[in-house]
């Protein structure tokens, strides 16, 4: 569905966006199995699902006879559309003009629909509009004030000549900053555009929607106001210092989309350099999480983390993170394996993180390819590449495997190719159970950072992080197809401030009072 297909909506939210069914619950989980069944190619299988991502907004002239508006509903559904809301705009008795949201499963699916829709007998579209550019016209985040001005004593206190007093008082002291301005609560949302999702070096220009949508994410679910930062810039060193010159606007960074190894290298100095904290939420956010969902799994399988042994597919900035924060919390076996296979100590060609991962996380000393450590695995967790696992290969896992699939948009294995075989299965997509989504992460621990004014994220903090977000599971809720929160948990957030805040000053890494 290119923009020449199918135009991008006007700015006001179309009909039938609320209410929609959620596609979480395990019954909903059966259900889009069953449909990705129908096509068992590896890309087809997943984009025969219809998402809201690639949803349309359809006005039709519909004459008003009976059976028309059905026929039009069975014409979208064979195209593979799913039918999510339906309005009335206008009519003048001959005809009745609607307007349709349309889940299709890609942006071909939409083109699809846009033409059996109007192959209908009649039928007349007058409009066909994506959604999803709708929804980021004009970008997505805006700059408003906390204050109003509407007399000239509010003018003399926001403005000059009051202001004045408190620019004197942080001059004098600058940790007065914190306080007496925006970056109280402020984020730097700070990419350079060269791993943006799953496009890769996109540039910073493209890479600012992701940059805006994270920006929403902070202030929706902590009320963190974050600022899209995307810099074009050439080497970690320039990276680096316009980050540094940026440090007074902010009371923390968040580093996104930034490739490995530079991602490394730009997180440790600029840890070094700054007085506030410093998270790479794709390394960080994802392992924390990771943990999370593990501790669940394990529970489920009454297993131990100090006992099992875990296989992890990838061996860039996540799984470094991921393997880093695992050993943390006690795991003992974790085997890392890229394209040459098991990544140990004597292979050539070892970059400095890959070394750690040689040296610190295989202490077995494993060799061997994928599939062949696999065999008698108890975990695995995969942050590489679509379609590498079959059912064969996880079947050969130990009894009570936990399988965790984080490859986007497709996974290592389809969650419905591991049915039966696998005891708990993750993945990183919206679309099936058990989600390993960075938002239940990374919202709330600079909420808790900024709340106590944390100068650094420390191991203990990301640990408390991942406590919460697996405590955030009750009892009577934990299972196989719920092993973490909902990202719209209503107390997440909060838990994992409250958790991370406490953290902070237990590391003693908290800035004076002033």
Known sequence: MGRSAVRAAGPARPPGASGRIGPNTPSASRMLCAARRQDKGLYGSVMATALSAYSIRLRARIRNRPGVLGGLATAIGAAGGSLMGIEMVATDGATVTRDLVVYCPSEAGAADVEAAA???????????????????????????????????????????????????????????????????????????????????????????????????????????????????????????????RLEPMFGGINLEDIAAPRCFEVEERLTEALAIPVFHDDQHGTAVVTLAALRNALKIVDKRLEDVRIVMSGAGAAGVAIAKILLSAGAEDIVAVDRKGAVHKDRDGLDDSKRWLADQANRADRRGSLQELLAGADVFVGVSAPGLLSREDVGRMADGSVVFALANPVPEILPEDAEGVVAVMATGRSDYPNQINNVLCFPGLFRGALDVGATKVTEGMKLAAAGAIAGAVGPEELSPVQIVPSVFHPTVASDVATRVGEAAVADGVIRPVS
């Open 118 to 244: 109007r192959r209908v007998d009649g039928i007349e579209v007058l409009d066909v509009a994506d959604r999803t550019f709708a929804l980021h016209e004009r970008g997505k985040i805006s700059i408003g004030p906390k204050t109003v001005i509407v007399d000239r004593d509010d003018l003399a206190m926001a403005y000059t000549p009051g202001v004045a007093r408190v620019c004197t008082a942080i001059a004098t002291d600058p940790h007065l900053a914190h306080r007496y301005t925006m970056k109280a609560n402020t984020v730097g949302v700070v990419t350079d555009g060269t791993a943006v999702l799953g496009l890769g070096d996109i540039g910073p220009d493209a890479a600012l929607p992701v940059m805006e949508g994270k920006a929403v994410l902070f202030k929706e679910f902590a009320g963190v106001d974050a600022v899209p930062v995307c810099l074009r810039v050439s080497s970690a060193d320039e990276l680096v210092e316009t980050v540094r």
